[in-house]
């Protein structure tokens, strides 16, 4: 009797077969370790927006450690605001001048989505809002929940902030209040 090979072993009983390992790239600079503690930071960039490794080609390495000098001098809150930190962050740095909208926008709405998870409040929604362009992110706790990008409604006031927020208590403009602004 032969001995199956890594290729041909058989897996279970249906007589399944594993396939060889895959092609690795030989490039070493593709193998980067990173710090089991630096993973969560990793992905609350990368995972948010992964358009940002395109800033930083191949692996966003010194995209990501610039962020870490910064967050690590600044200390960002952890909680919904922590996204539109990491979007000022990334509007000052180096790479300012590669950011596009929708960077900022990604950002907006995983900070809109982490609000409505986390908000006891009253508030039904959220709307959030850059002031360099007319896109507002929106995004409610009720059912359905609808994440919506849109132009900035007609009677909403500018913002006197970088990025502003206000808790809606409904739709239509009687749940608009008034910009407040984005500690940070």
Known sequence: MRSPTLATRPSGSRGDFLLPFPDYPCNARSFVHLDARLLPYWHTLFDVCPALLKLDAPEGLNLFRSFMTWAYRRHPPLDWTYYLSVCRWLLESEYRQQVHEEHVEAFMAAAAAR??????SQARGLILIWRETAVTVTD?????????????????????????????????ANGFRRWLPIPG
């Open 140 to 172: 409610w706790k009720v059912a359905p929940r609808a994440l919506a990008m849109v132009e900035a409604e007609e009677g909403l006031p500018a913002p006197h902030w970088d990025f502003a927020w206000s808790p809606l208590a409904g739709r239509g």
């Open 115 to 120: 609000w409505v998870n986390t908000d006891d």
